[in-house]
Nanobody
């Protein structure tokens, strides 16, 4: 019913930048919270950034000041601009959204993930 597709990952040098995109398709009333998570093999998936339907943003301390999350509700899309990338940012980045299937029903969905590798 709902599909999330991420793009924009890749291999970059330390100090470089990437813009991750996530587009939500399907049948739904709207989208509330949108977020980006990341995961390294063998470790827990952790929240990187989130943005509410009214534009309030949150960031994990390790990325604040370097990453920017934004959304375009006309396109049902959420973006993560990643600047000054560091090797420790290397991970699979996942899009996550709370979808309103009705005016009163929320369902959470995950994307398939996009790899970000920061290395010289």
């Amino acid at each position: 019913q709902v599909q999330l597709v991420e793009s924009g990952g890749g291999l970059v040098q330390p100090g470089g930048s990437l813009r991750l995109s996530c587009t939500v398709s399907g049948t739904f009333f709207g989208i509330r919270l949108m977020a980006w998570y990341r995961q390294v093999p063998g470790k827990q998936r952790t929240l990187v950034a989130s943005i509410t339907d009214w534009g309030r943003t949150t960031y994990v301390g390790a990325v604040e000041g370097r990453f920017t999350i934004s959304r375009d509700d006309a396109k049902n899309a959420v973006y993560l601009q990643t600047n000054d990338l560091k090797p420790e940012d290397t991970a699979v980045y996942f899009c996550n959204v709370d979808v309103m299937h009705t005016e009163k029903d929320l369902v959470n969905y995950w994307g398939q993930g996009t790899q970000v590798t920061v290395s010289s």
